[in-house]
């Protein structure tokens, strides 16, 4: 058992580390000021472009991408998974580095099922950095935890599939880069339940796609990517934007479940690591009643809790990539819902223990912990709810008895 | 021991509640909805204004002041506590009935402390519902959690007193029709702990008043009340502007603690019952894996564990009132910081539990739930925070062994 | 509302306390270590016949039992369960006023149904505190959490009735002067499903009935009362033993479970309230780095937590007895249920609590924290898992939508 | 980073258990059985010779001891492991293969500190199994959460060594085979705090030193180890007896220290993972209300927690074990107080789940959960209580900052 990183992860760990702290740090307060003043905050800002092209130079782009055929870095899930920590602990960084979803989970579904064509129009330019994309699975009317309920419809008729449906929670679609979506929906109800669904892909601008409005997640909009709700009328596609062909979207949907819990549960953890850093120097430097916060009551537990909590879902999810990597999903199914469960609670324990020894500043825009909690527990649903990951570690557990 | 309302109470009780149901709940998302957006949400709607008319012609008016020379129901805390839980269900409700902080406690001041002059110019049209106010206490740049803190001043100079200083989350300033603030400050620091503050009453149109921007709680900026952030700057103001003389803030401040956390938690209460009623809504009506949700995995046990909680906190908080009514704050000052820490942070479970069983819609403004958690959420920091209040809490508890 | 004891029960509460204090504390711990010395800790130690008598003249006995014609005291629930409480801070108190379980439920049984022999021969003596007896409900090889899985059988055969079965965890049954069960089983598989059980008064001395050996909880065996195993072959009894007559033995059963529960949840209060006390005692005496406990890291946190949590569990228990006396079981059941989980779990996070405070010798018998803890675990169990009671609750709470 | 085994661990693994499993299990009950119903229980039973013979046999011996030359197995901490939570699966079998606490601390400190005298006198047989020790250094009448309040002590007199004072929670000293015992007091209370004390090896039949009384766990006392409470009466020995010498005791203790906690750690994850075992069973098995229990409310939810919260605590403490080879204790501080606070609080979390899963039987002797709660919940204070250990850890969190 060796918990070192592999020489190439270490190296892209420092250099990453190293461009957050030196380019993006000091720039974030700045950048989240200017975009909550703007009157439209749906733009990119300068300053974005110019540190993309930093991270580009320095070839911390596409880290996530384990094909190295179409610029990947040729990481496994247990060498990215430190990167995607550290990007975690930023708003912005994992735009930067070209490295955040959906386009990261858009990007391996063309990868591994695209056509040359579609790899072409769509994802060199996405892996280039030069449009965004989203992702519309959920939908209002039905129970999104359970994906037989999906009532939008991919119909084929001819040569052409036609798309209705109403979806939401579309991260990304607010974007003013983003280019194209991938759409779920129903073909053949008759088919066997996982050969019902597919997967296509849909240009922004084609007719009968309008994105209705933006949702918030408790008041934040997230602002330029943004959640969408986004209504299919008779969308009209050739066949050839189906992606991999009629009835393998849940196949397709599969493939990109494993790695991208792993991406988003390694942010959190980088995200929880900034909120217990906040918390220490508030605790260290906030004096009251003649001590400082960390001297009074149980601030001190409470800060030893988070770091003992932390460390325990970080080594869950490192130990669940590197299953991913050495087992397959199939090998990894129960951990990856496990980490799904834990990682998200987890960091909402810390980053509301940090809220609350910030007192109500801690509530306020003027620190990043409000904005990180909504962020966190919109992932105690988004790709699944808890409880249907709970549901799914017990029957692996009740299962291993028989 | 009797569990059962005043008859009094009870009429009252039924009267609120046909009230909020026939009145108000039909038009609350409408409401919420124009506000959201409006280009300018910081406005009175019309429907406000005709609500409050109707309110007070039926006697549903101020029915929070037991005084009842000033136009007050007579009401003891016991009696209003179930009428400030039926408001708390509903966002629109407190301001409706002329009953919404901190005009509630700001009023309560002018009764007990202000001069007829005050009366006759601020509380008298406050009590009319014409005008909004505000309370300054806290401040940005030192822990108020230690009251001892405060570094604002108001210094007399000859006839006049001099405030100095910056206040933050001076809830309610933002509102169009907000006429005055009562700031604490630092008059004589060689008096008394107990003595050495001032509350004077300041219009907040006098030169070098301030309200330099207004503060998110989580995103939301609870237009158009707000939570200010409000600079002094050598404001002059004639000694008459000081409730009851220099050096009698801190007694003044004792005054209102007692009954206006009775009405915070009483009204967290009725968002607590709120969310349940949505939460058995939604676990009833929504199906996923060919079950309304109500009958699958924790759901049922999450449903009872709310309601044993509500119950509890709600038998904590009347008891509490009982107390302030019968033994007064002296004898109530150990219950009154366990209302402040077991309430909020009930709510906060049974909210949270709503938000998850109502998926990502629950993060949304499609629903209350995302407002009354950040609301709840601010109730464990705003009039002290948990940790203070545990620690008076063991104090007391640790005393009586002596 | 009024949160103030009855002129009644506040004078028998000044009563019980005294005596408690004055009698039973100064003996308390001799007894116990007299006890645990013994070689046969089967037995009734002098004193505890001594306390009895003393508790008797003074008319402290029998306070639970509401009927006056027996020699009950005439109180309500509402009236007794301070009582109840106050007896609950000790192992020993509960017996001395001859009010402990299970003698005390079927004491009301045979009040309520019992024939006109059944009390002369067997509740006269129960009440005088002569005898001792004990209830045989749950059995071993079924989930007892479902009563529709009882499996022992009380059968008609001419004037007879023959009970056949295993039953265990029936308290009291060690007891030297045990001298009569209850036995509950099925009567007529083809009844209604309320109606095919029958209740059976069992002389201990019966042919056919075993106790077949003392069960532990967590190591303890609660001599000189104890829980049994026991079974019943070919047991024959005249019918006049059924109490009430066949088929009625869920009616019976629900009629003690009201009073029943508020007992337990109150003494189980007295209990949290007792390992409270100690705790505060230990923070306070005990230094460590200098500091006493109180001192260190969460502590006070967790006293303060402490305390808010039994005063809840209080007020729902004292709530819960008013609606029981003025409402009816009907009026109650949800609530009896809400106490019977809230209340075991407050009184285990206490005594835990007050445990870890102690440090080692907190597991140890040199304090009666452990065995509090074993008895409040026991009660997540017995008369129902917290899991069978959260159901009712939540089916309550569902229902009431509808 | 490489999740797998080292080679000779997986196969030390797979052999351990094969032991287990074929061995030891199938005569668990009964061992236990037969002790409990023996009149006395403080005896080593014939069967326990027999096992420890066969595992000697086979190799599978010491596999504790890092030292090769002493007959350790060169295992590292992190390969033993896995080995310790094998082995924690049974009550039995860490004495089986002869890696039981306190001997394995014992004997680690004399193949680092003793002297040739010691290691041939007392090392050998101990490491061949036979005789047994136990380690004296908690004390009663002080807090022994802070190390410096230590009383007892170790004055040197000429060229003997005399010990005073009173010790308990001294686990194993009620084991017939217990030969000697290793006690830890105060010899110069100017030296420099970690100076002061000593370590000095004292046979048990020393004249002086008297086993006063056996303690209780929440009832259990674990014979035939037990944990005693000790007084050293103006003992004399040789100064020969000083381990490593006077003053040395505070080194001679942190050596221990950090594989110990390893071990405990582990073999609590053992028995977590035998309980959530045994609750799947339970749950699978047994039928209330026409399902299996693991169809009802949130049982699946808490065996899914279960398994998540047994996965990070196994990671947390493999990862402290690498640490502590790969960097020495300096290096893994406080991770070793991390997996002291959260393996203990986890094991408790699981066994107690499947004590509430199998009803009343759970709390007694018919399953081992009762008596695996109460070892796990000795642990929370044994080895520094959780508290001591927070502390620790914030203060390594806080001090990073700086």
């Given at each position: ?5 592999s ?5 892209y760990?420092?250099?990453?580390g190293?461009f957050?702290?030196a380019e993006i740090e000091p720039?974030?307060a ?5 975009l ?11 300053i ?12 911390l ?8 055929e179409h610029?990947?870095a040729?990481?496994s899930n247990v ?7 550290a990007m975690?602990?930023?708003a ?9 979803a959906?386009?990261?989970?858009n ?13 072409s129009?769509?994802?060199?330019p996405?892996?280039r950095?030069?449009?965004r994309?989203?992702?519309?699975m959920?939908e209002p009317e ?13 119909v084929?008729?001819?040569d052409?599939i ?5 979806k ?9 880069e ?6 779920m929906g129903l ?6 339940k ?14 009968g796609?309008k ?13 330029p990517?943004g959640?969408?709700?986004?209504s299919f ?10 992606i991999a062909?009629p ?9 990109r479940?494993g790695p991208?819990?792993?991406?988003h549960?390694?942010?959190?953890i980088?995200?929880?690591e ?7 120097a508030r605790?260290?430097?906030?004096v009251a009643?003649?001590?400082p916060?960390?001297n ?18 970080r ?8 299953l ?11 951990e990856v ?5 834990a990682v998200?609670n987890t960091?909402l324990e810390v980053?509301?223990?940090?809220i609350?020894?910030h007192?109500?500043a801690?509530?306020s825009?003027?620190?990043p912990?409000?904005?990180a ?17 709970l549901?799914?570690?017990a ?6 008895r028989?």
């Amino acid at each position: 058992m060796d918990f070192s990183h592999s020489a190439t992860a270490a190296d892209y760990l420092r250099r990453v580390g190293d461009f957050i702290r030196a380019e993006i740090e000091p720039v974030e307060a700045d950048y989240h000021r200017t975009l909550r003043e703007s009157r439209d905050p749906w733009v990119v800002l300068p300053i974005v472009n110019q540190l993309k092209a930093r991270a580009r130079d320095q070839g911390l782009w596409n880290l996530f991408l384990p094909d190295t055929e179409h610029g990947g870095a040729g990481l496994s899930n247990v060498e990215y998974a430190p990167l995607a920590e550290a990007m975690g602990r930023s708003a912005l960084a994992p735009v930067v580095f070209n490295c955040n979803a959906p386009d990261t989970g858009n990007a391996e579904v063309l990868v591994k099922y695209g056509s040359d064509e579609q790899r072409s129009r769509w994802l060199e330019p996405l892996l280039r950095g030069e449009i965004r994309s989203a992702f519309c699975m959920t939908e209002p009317e039905v129970a999104s935890s359970d994906a037989t309920n999906m009532a939008a419809t991919a119909v084929v008729d001819g040569d052409e599939i036609v798309l209705n449906g109403r979806k939401w929670w579309s991260t990304g679609v607010g974007h003013p880069e983003c280019a194209f979506v991938i759409f779920m929906g129903l073909t053949d109800p008759d088919a066997h339940k996982y050969q019902r669904h597919s997967m296509v892909l849909v240009p922004l601008d084609t007719p009968g796609v309008k994105v209705e409005r933006m949702l918030s997640v408790f008041g934040h909009q997230d602002e330029p990517f943004g959640h969408g709700e986004v209504s299919f009328t008779d969308v009209r596609l050739p066949l050839s934007a189906v992606i991999a062909g009629p009835g393998r979207g849940f196949e397709i949907a599969q493939g990109r479940l494993g790695p991208g819990r792993i991406h988003h549960c390694m942010r959190l953890i980088g995200l929880a690591e900034k909120a217990l850093e906040l918390a220490c120097a508030r605790a260290t430097d906030r004096v009251a009643f003649g001590k400082p916060l960390a001297n009074l009551g149980g601030n001190r537990e409470r800060i030893a809790h988070a770091r003992i909590a932390i460390n325990q879902a970080r080594l869950l999810v490192l130990h669940t990539a590197w299953l991913l990597d050495t087992k397959g999903l199939a090998g990894a199914r129960s951990e990856v819902s496990q980490i799904k469960v834990a990682v998200p609670n987890t960091a909402l324990e810390v980053i509301d223990m940090a809220i609350q020894l910030h007192g109500a500043a801690g509530l306020s825009d003027d620190f990043p912990l409000a904005a990180a909690y909504t962020g966190a527990r919109s992932l105690r649903l988004a790709d699944g709810p808890d409880e249907v990951h709970l549901n799914l570690v017990a029957r692996y557990e009740l299962a291993e008895r028989s």
